[in-house]
């Protein structure tokens, strides 16, 4: 029982991980200082996806499966498993990853230009 709590928080809590990597760069418009953590969470999402090393998350999913005696995750991970083929299909997976990276972009050059328009608006205040 405590082993099945575990999977499924590690669940919620890795689901919870990519929306951070693609959205979290919104976040930091909100709150600027977050973006070093955006920046870790994107270069770790993309990084497991490129070169394919272990995510923590998918172990310690892994271990509590094992540990309820349920099968491990496929060895394509958990990516492949409850979102490709979920939530689009495995024929547009390219497509969707470079959606992703465009929305992460995309809320990184936002953060930019919202960082000079504050700059500029403080530069001006303190002008007059």
Known sequence: MVYRLIEVVTVFVHFGFV????????????WRRTIAFHLV?????????AVGYDCPLTNLENWARRMAGIAELPST???????TGVFYPVSIEGLVQALAATVVVGSW???????????????ASSVS
Do not use: C
Not at 19 to 30: D, E, M, R, S, T
Not at 41 to 49: D, E, L, P, R, T
Not at 109 to 119: C, D, F, I, N, S
């Open 41 to 49: 969470a994107v270069v770790w999402g993309a990084g497991s996806i």
């Open 77 to 83: 991970g958990f990516i492949s498993h409850y979102i």
């Open 19 to 30: 929306l951070y990597v693609v959205l979290g760069g919104f976040v930091a418009w909100k």
């Open 109 to 123: 050059v936002g953060y930019v230009l919202l960082g000079r328009h504050a700059k500029a608006e403080v530069k």
